[in-house]
């Protein structure tokens, strides 16, 4: 069985007669998660603007009048309506609005841009589909 606790003790687990205390939660390490992630899930809908985020992924639907963010991902199940500034877009769902990629944008096989798309560098796998106009990025200050 167990060491009977000393008298007035609390017990390791309330509720628990005679079991281990829960081991102590490690500190977070410096590093460990500066990055500022924003992971909209499949199923989830969100509505509204986003500053400040580094990286912004999209598995369920997000509708925004203006995301600024280092990273845009839109997977196969993600879709995105409105207006997006990023460094780098990967679309893998449904992009519907105007889309601003001052770096790389890729469209993936299973990708679909509506609208507007302005980029630096394109690239679009087999499969992968754009209805609207795509302009070129010129320049670094663009």
């Known amino acids: 069985m167990g060491v009977p606790p000393k008298p007035g003790a609390a017990p390791a687990r309330p509720g628990v007669p005679g079991a281990p205390a829960s081991p102590a939660r490690t500190p977070r390490v410096e590093g460990q998660a500066?990055?500022?992630?924003?992971?909209?899930?499949?199923?989830?809908?969100?509505?509204?603007?986003?500053?400040?985020?580094?990286?912004?992924?999209?598995?369920?639907?997000?509708?925004?009048?203006?995301?600024?963010?280092?990273?845009?991902?839109?997977?196969?199940?993600?879709?995105?309506r409105g207006e997006v500034q990023v460094e780098d877009a990967e679309i893998g769902g449904l992009f519907d609005g105007t889309l601003t990629a001052r770096g790389n944008l890729v469209i993936r096989s299973t990708g679909k841009v509506k609208g507007m798309a302005r980029y630096k560098k394109l690239s679009v796998e087999e499969g992968g589909q754009i209805v609207g106009s795509m302009e070129m990025l010129q320049g670094e200050g663009t």
Do not use: K, N
Not at 64 to 74: G, H, K, P
């Open 34 to 80: 500066d990055r500022r992630t924003l992971i909209v899930g499949r199923g989830i809908s969100l509505q509204g603007t986003v500053a400040d985020a580094e990286r912004l992924v999209v598995d369920g639907t997000v509708e925004s009048q203006m995301i600024q963010a280092a990273e845009l991902s839109v997977t196969q199940t993600g879709v995105f």
